[in-house]
């Protein structure tokens, strides 16, 4: 009788405990992770909002001057900012467009069944190992107005490419489209692997040419991947840093100037004018750019999921 | 039955061979034209990555040449060691392989604890913590420069090894593919393991990572690549009279004080690329399988 009376509390008693270990267990296990991204994602993220609220001493030791959103207007009004704004978004159209449209082509090229195709896919995907450093070493010497390869295609180094105001920027557009190029491959590749075979097969059958079933059927499937495509390839042009600081950083020409995109112009300001609440506001600036593209593209996504099935 | 009578006897068998004959011939062009265009993208990748290997060979005077030599006829393979004693890349290349093999290690084990929590254990603001460790992606590296080295500054972690690699222990895309890897686990086996008295840290280790190793050898790779090919921050977190530059920066300072051999330069850049290359050759599957992993779906 008693043992009845008691058992169910005990059973109630060891069912929770175990479910407070388990919760226990559960807390310490996602800790290291979440204590590294307090640190240094969270606290950096949150505490870029208040440097920016602060007017940069114009020596480095004094104290930061409070001036609120004022220094947002007074920067994000600047020329400087806006010519940096500028440069980025031409870059980007420059590198994310071709980058895309070659991978593309080069998936499209390499998705039918051939022998040997391991080795074209190896080498098609290989830029995307490369780092910023090795690619901005190979292009800019081969730029570099000593080397005869230019010259020699009839190309004018004179004045060398990477101080020419005109064709600095477009000389490191092509560096990054290189770059990029190995994952926008890897990219579209995997999105027309995932192109179901029965829908080809059946406009095939409907009698499509290969051209109407590559543009009715294949890139209309594949609008979620281009457009992530094009979404990773933005983050990664916004991300060019590498390539202007080896081989513009160095001199003071007036390509610089022209060169001038955003992440570059953030790292100088902190670093050169230790102006750390102009850099700050320019960071976000940069963020809620690239937020906006991911909503963006998240919206897309769903709106292509709804649609689909 | 050859062309020649297909031509004088008509027959319906003779047009059906010759149909099949063209349309043989048809998809042998075909298939040419597309070797032929393969080939010649393939060419015109590798061909920067070429002129470097051949420039990075030829004597200084020989870079100048029009039109450019394509093939070094006497490889001065000094270069190659002139680079590495000058350019100090032996330490360059030790240091990017201590911080970026710190990393990767580190990047697996905190996403295996976390993934497997969030695929297997429950708790109070699962849901939450997850999408916590996902919001991580949104945040770009830049938006956090400013304070990062400040924190590692403040720690006295500036040009040490720790300041290079803790920063980046854990990651979001990590937590993400290994939790799905968890959740791609059967429950029976699960519970088969529970009723044989497997503990969680037993079951994690002795059944769900070996379970889920495909996807912890993408994130492996991916991981070093990432690590292995950072710029902006070891550019910032390393200075002083002994720097702890990495390998991408040694290639950076290379390219300033050889700015007159471009063969130095060049030699430096391959030594730095080949680590890379064989992370390719041997990995390709897992690398692109991690970094496809957010494309499709």
């Known amino acids: ?309 | 039955m050859d062309a020649e009578t297909s031509l004088t006897d008509p027959t319906p068998d003779a047009t059906l061979a010759r149909n099949a004959r063209r349309a043989r011939r048809r998809r042998r062009a075909r298939l040419t034209a597309n070797y032929a265009a393969l080939t010649a993208a393939a060419i015109v990748i590798l061909f920067p990555v070429y002129m470097a290997v051949v420039n990075s060979l030829l004597k200084e005077g020989q870079i100048a040449e029009q039109p450019p030599p394509l093939f070094p006829n006497h490889p001065q393979w000094h270069n190659y060691s002139t680079a590495w004693t000058s350019g100090h890349l032996s330490t360059y290349l030790a240091n990017s392989a201590v911080v970026s093999i710190t990393i990767v290690v580190a990047q697996i084990i905190t996403s295996i604890l976390a993934g497997y929590a969030f695929a297997f254990l429950r708790f109070p603001f699962r849901r939450t913590l997850f999408l916590v460790c996902l919001a991580t992606l949104m945040i770009p590296f830049e938006v956090t420069l400013i304070t990062n080295l400040n924190t590692v500054t403040s720690l006295g972690w500036f040009n040490s090894y720790a300041g290079l690699a803790v920063p980046f222990l854990a990651t979001g895309f990590g937590i993400f593919l290994l939790r799905q890897a968890f959740l791609a686990i059967p429950k029976d086996l699960e519970e088969a393991a529970r009723l044989d008295g497997y503990g969680h840290w037993r079951f994690m280790w002795r059944v769900a990572v070996p379970l889920a190793r495909p996807v912890v050898a993408a994130l492996a790779v991916f991981s070093f690549l990432a690590a292995w090919n950072q710029y902006l921050w070891p550019l910032v977190a390393t200075g002083g009279n002994t720097p702890l530059y990495t390998v991408q920066i040694g290639l950076k300072e290379l390219v300033g004080t050889q700015a007159d051999q471009l063969n130095v330069s060049l030699a430096g850049a391959v030594i730095a690329f080949v680590p890379l290359l064989i992370l390719l050759i041997v990995f390709q599957k897992q690398l692109v399988r991690s970094l496809t992993a957010g494309a499709v779906k």
Not at chain 1, 20 to 28: H, I, N, Q, T
Not at chain 1, 234 to 251: K, M, N, W
Request: glycine share 6%; no cysteine; aromatic share 10%.
């Open chain 1, 1 to 309: 009788m008693t043992t009845v009376e008691l058992s169910p509390p005990r059973l109630l008693h060891s069912r929770r405990s175990r479910l407070r270990r388990e919760a226990l267990l559960g807390y310490g296990l996602v800790l290291p992770a979440l204590a590294v991204f307090a640190v240094f994602s969270f606290y950096p993220f949150i505490r870029n909002f208040k440097v920016a609220l602060y007017q940069s001493p114009p020596v480095p030791g004094l104290p930061s001057r409070y001036v609120g959103l004022h220094q947002f207007g007074h920067v994000l009004s600047s020329s400087n900012f806006l010519e940096s704004l500028l440069t980025t978004v031409i870059f980007v159209a420059l590198v994310v467009p071709i980058s895309l449209l070659l991978g593309l082509v080069l998936a499209v090229a390499a998705q039918r069944k051939l022998a040997g195709l391991r080795i074209y896919r190896t080498i098609f995907s290989s830029t995307v190992v490369s780092s910023v450093a090795v690619a901005a070493v190979v292009f800019g010497t081969l730029m570099n107005p000593i080397v005869g390869l230019l010259p020699w295609l009839g190309i004018s180094t004179q004045p060398p490419l990477l101080e020419n105001t005109t064709w600095a920027l477009p000389a490191i557009a092509v560096m990054s489209i290189w770059q990029f190029l190995g994952l926008s491959f890897i990219i579209m590749s995997a999105g027309l692997q995932s192109v179901p075979e029965e829908v080809l097969e059946a406009s095939r059958i409907d009698g499509a040419t290969a051209w109407t079933r590559f543009w009715r059927v294949t890139i209309p499937l594949l609008s979620p991947t281009i457009f992530f495509a094009i979404v990773v390839g933005t983050i990664y042009a916004f991300q060019t840093f590498g390539q202007i600081d080896i081989l513009i950083g160095f001199s003071n020409d007036p390509a610089r100037l022209h060169t001038n995109v955003l992440i570059y112009n953030i790292v100088t300001t902190l670093q050169q004018e230790n102006n750390a609440g102009a850099a700050a506001v320019m960071s976000i600036a940069l963020f809620v750019l690239t937020l906006l593209l991911t909503l963006v593209q998240m919206r897309f996504l769903e709106k292509r999921v709804s649609y689909g099935r």
